[in-house]
């Protein structure tokens, strides 16, 4: 790769070592201000799916009318494919040094990359609420064991978003040292939680025959929502290790993502199926979790949720930190600008602003609205992420001229036809196919009883498109050997890596 360091065109902000507060936005990291280790990275990503929103997600198989044993099957077979996408776009950040939606420019061009935006700000946002919601209800479950009455909603959403604006304002170093302390306490207590609910939670006869229990539309609903829970963190996974040195490997950023991640989500999805198993679909994660720690002992499921609440805001507080970068890319993609911390500020503010109005006026159908939300993240980024992931490790290898993605008029062009086109057929192919719920079915969806396989449709369509594309009418920067685009001088960059 080119040395990035002396290149000119590329954005830049002093930074304030005076306020701790780090003012580097969608800036490259240059290889003096990269830091920290590795290892990070599983703690980090453990502790961001170690939450209930993620408990969550382990009851839609329960739901469709599969007993235990096989929601188990679907949640470990979907966090595993969902994960192996996102923890390839993790490897990516030491290597870019840029926010991921940044890197998106060189797929679909400076402008062309905002397509993929709306998607990612309705994940944020949605997800936000969602875990406000529940970090409030968990703070009442607290508070009313404690002095017998609850705190009203709103004052805990101000309370509670204040805390996460600050947090995120302060920045990445911070915000991955929070997650360590975490992933340390919820090993202590959910720890305990998970083995006391297994020894006493009687689950209903047949939860874990496997000749038994078995429904097409259960499965490959937990599957596509395991899945969905993963390839949901893609879009910005490589802003949490983008100040790492670039020297870190490709293999040892994948495999230090891949197993915080799924361990942090496989145990939380099976841990909801079983409590969700033994108090009933229709209870909410907080009640279930709740119930579940006082059976174990009485008083339990005070320190449970005092460990869930702060869990719930961290996650807040990462996609806070990323809406924010993706605000100011798109800030800079209609007009360029040098960002500053005073960007970060206007960005987080808004963003803490229309979660509380979104959590205080959104919907309280709690279920409903995270599975919908859930399904269309996961259409908007299966197109999004085949294309940025060949477009890295087939069609370009790692080769990228980083300061021409800071250039309206650079060599990756205001639009790229090549992403544009495979990521737009994408979708329209995989719209017959989509199962949202009340919102809307496709004609082949419904023809085999509301199953949607959209992911297996949009995968290969929009990675075979771009791979097509760009083998028949190479985009600027593509170096090529033989004929094959992609292949670098020197046997290429990702070689060296171990890849």
């Known amino acids: 790769m080119t040395d990035l360091n002396d290149k000119e065109g590329i954005q830049m902000s002093t930074r304030t070592q005076e306020t701790g507060l780090e003012t580097r936005s969608i800036d490259f990291i240059p290889e003096q201000e990269r830091h920290g280790k590795v290892w990070h990275l599983g703690p980090m990503w453990f502790a961001v799916n170690a939450n209930l929103t993620i408990l969550a997600t382990g009851v839609f198989g329960l739901m469709y009318g599969a007993n235990l044993f096989w929601s188990f099957v679907a949640a470990l077979l979907g966090v595993s494919v969902g994960t192996f996408f996102m923890a390839f776009h993790s490897a990516q950040g030491p290597q870019l040094g840029m926010p991921q939606m940044l890197q998106s420019r060189a797929q679909f061009g400076y402008r062309g990359a905002l397509i993929v935006v709306p998607g990612v700000l309705v994940m944020y946002l949605g997800y936000n609420i969602v875990n406000t919601q529940l970090a409030a209800e968990a703070t009442n479950v607290i508070v009313d064991q404690v002095v017998g009455q609850s705190v009203n909603a709103e004052l805990l959403y101000v309370l509670m978003l204040a805390l996460v ?165 798109v800030m800079d993609s209609i007009k360029p600008l040098r960002p500053t911390l005073r960007h970060r500020v206007f960005v987080i503010l808004l963003v803490v602003i229309v979660v509380f109005l979104g959590a205080t006026y959104g919907s309280s159908n709690f279920l409903e609205m995270f599975q919908n939300l859930i399904l269309i993240m996961l259409y908007c980024f299966v197109p999004w992420t085949a294309i940025n992931l060949l477009d890295f490790y087939t069609v370009r290898r790692g080769e990228y001229e980083i ?33 949202i719920g009340e919102w809307f079915t496709g004609p082949i969806a419904e023809s085999i009883g509301g199953i949607d396989i959209a992911m297996f449709i949009g995968l290969p369509v929009s990675g075979i498109l771009y791979l097509v594309f760009n083998r028949y009418w190479p985009a600027a920067g593509v170096r090529q050997k033989k004929g094959k685009p992609g292949a670098k001088a020197g046997d290429g960059f990702l070689a060296d890596q171990g890849v």
């Open 165 to 329: 604006f600050v947090v995120a304002l302060v920045g990445y170093t911070l915000i991955h040292a929070i997650q360590r302390v975490l992933t340390v306490l919820f090993l202590m207590v959910f720890g305990v939680l998970t083995v006391g609910a297994v020894l006493i939670v009687d689950l209903p006869e047949g939860s874990f025959d496997p000749g038994s229990g078995f429904v097409w539309l259960a499965f490959l609903a937990q599957f596509s929502v395991a899945a969905a829970s993963q390839m949901g963190w893609a879009p910005y996974v490589a802003d949490y290790s983008r100040y790492l040195p670039s020297k870190v490997g490709v293999r040892a950023t994948f495999w230090w993502t891949y197993l915080g991640s799924m361990t942090g989500a496989i145990w939380m999805m099976w841990l909801g199926a079983l409590t969700t198993a033994a108090a009933g679909v229709d209870t909410g994660p907080v009640v279930a979790v709740r119930e579940a720690a006082e059976g174990i002992f009485p008083g339990f499921g005070i320190p449970v949720m005092l460990v869930a609440v702060p869990g719930l805001l961290s996650v807040t507080v990462v996609n806070t930190y990323c809406a924010g970068l993706t605000l100011i890319t």
């Open 403 to 435: 300061s021409e993605m800071f250039k309206p008029a650079g060599i990756y062009g205001q639009w790229n036809w090549r992403g544009l086109v495979a990521y737009v057929a994408s979708l329209t192919a995989m719209v017959p196919f989509f199962s």
